[in-house]
């Protein structure tokens, strides 16, 4: 077949099966889950908390049962919808004062066990639900109670360096993406360098299918000009772009990286001017972490379709699985240590087909392979397209991998002293502002 053919590698069916026993016991670990302490992040807008709307953000407090305040922060949400990033060198300035849209953020395993006391009309009362689980958090303005001096992120702008309690980030100057990681392996209290890069691949066929055109990560650019690093997620505010050579520009996107302790959400904003049909007979965008040899224990799963495929099973194995990758946990991991995957495309399915799961299995001085998903795209209509990208670290064993992706399409309900509606955490929500 053709060497730019969509489906060159197809994995068959005897491979999955014969893969999927050899690693039947890791697949099990993820299968088999318990609800595990996790740092899910917590999200709640000023709209949920009207008591406390007007008042400057620098008095306000999240605290515990024993009224001491755990690590918190609050991010404001400019009349544009952006996010306000006061360091880097294009910083924008917020109002200082709690608004409607402004994002206060605390963790789970940070809140207590039992409710916070009452013991004044000031305190607004926070319960957050998973199932039969209950945490509780206080919210109050009151300059007296200490801020907490627990900070789980670490950003080095000069390095570009991320560095949090469960893994490591070196992202690339001038892209949006890392270029190293490594996650957290608890047993022997170290990083374990997992990851290389972040491998991306885009191809088009535009004139009717007669010009293809192939761009990988050298080709996007990112430009970081802000950022903002507090105690429990840091925000790096980017404008991408597409370099096409000969000082072409492809469609601007507005981009913010959201790291928290635990997890990454990237949630990109693509514009497509006209009907994609118009320009592109079709495309794809591939993104594949290169693994390191450290990883070459590691197994590619995706347990809601039973798929296990381990790098030493399957030695110079190329494999494209022709299932839509949108909306289900992929996880890289041997059993103990890995990182997760949700890919969460809001696109109607219909025009995602042709998308699926992609494994290579490679040699070399450095990379034993890299895996993650093709995402393909068919006519689709004219508009914005939100594309977002979960990635989770282990705490507790991979158990923890699927919890997280779990948790992101289940989110906890929250109850708000003063207010008869439930409400799910925010974390989800994202900000629609628009590259101008």
């Known amino acids: 077949m053709p060497a730019n053919s969509d489906y060159r590698f197809v994995v068959s069916r005897r491979i999955l099966r014969k893969t999927a026993r050899a690693s039947a016991g890791v697949t099990a670990l993820l299968v088999f889950l318990c609800f595990t302490a996790m740092s899910e992040p917590i999200v709640i807008v000023g709209k949920m908390v009207p008591s406390l709307l007007g008042a400057p953000i620098k008095n306000l407090r999240v605290v515990n049962r024993s009224g001491e305040c755990i690590p918190f922060q609050i991010d404001e949400i400019d009349s544009t919808g952006d996010y306000v990033c006061p360091s880097g060198r294009e910083p924008n300035r917020g109002t200082g004062i709690l608004d409607t849209a402004d994002e206060i953020v605390f963790l789970w395993e940070d809140a207590d066990s039992a409710p916070v006391p009452q013991t004044s009309a000031a305190v607004v009362s926070v319960a957050v639900r998973h199932d039969a689980a209950v945490r509780y958090v206080g919210i109050v303005s009151d300059t007296l109670v200490k801020p907490s001096n627990v900070s789980y992120i670490n950003y080095d702008e000069k390095k570009e360096k991320l560095t949090t309690p469960y893994y490591y980030a070196c992202f690339g100057h001038n892209r949006f993406h890392f270029t190293s990681a490594g996650i957290m392996d608890f047993v022997r209290n170290s990083y374990v360098d997992v990851t290389n890069e972040l491998r991306i691949r885009i191809f088009c066929k535009g004139l009717w299918g007669l010009l293809p055109v192939t761009l990988t990560e050298n080709n996007i650019v990112c430009l970081v000009k802000r950022y903002k690093a507090g105690p429990v997620r840091l925000i790096r505010r980017g404008d991408f772009h597409l370099s096409l050579g000969f000082f072409f520009k492809g469609s601007h996107a507005a981009v913010n990286q959201i790291c928290y302790p635990q997890m990454v959400r ?56 022709k299932v839509n990758p949108n909306h289900s946990c992929m996880a890289v991991h041997n059993g103990s240590i890995g990182y997760g995957w949700l890919l969460d495309a809001a696109m109607d399915e219909r025009y995602l087909s042709g998308s699926g799961y992609l494994f290579k299995s490679q040699a070399g001085p450095e990379a034993i392979g890299h895996c993650g998903f093709r995402l393909t795209v068919r006519d689709l209509p004219k508009g914005y397209y939100l594309i977002g990208n979960w990635v989770f670290f282990s705490k507790t064993g991979v158990q923890s991998l699927a919890e997280a992706c779990n948790h992101v399409s289940k989110n906890a309900l929250l109850s708000i002293s003063g207010s008869q509606i439930v409400y799910y955490n925010q974390l989800n929500k994202v900000q629609q502002f628009r590259k101008r």
């Open 266 to 321: 990237v949630p990109v904003y693509v514009h497509l001017p006209v009907r994609f049909k118009t320009w592109f007979s079709q495309a794809y965008i591939e993104m594949t972490p290169v693994l390191r040899k450290e990883a070459s224990d590691f197994a590619f799963t995706v347990p809601s379709q039973g798929i296990s495929l381990g790098f030493n099973a399957l030695h110079g194995t190329d494999t494209l699985i």
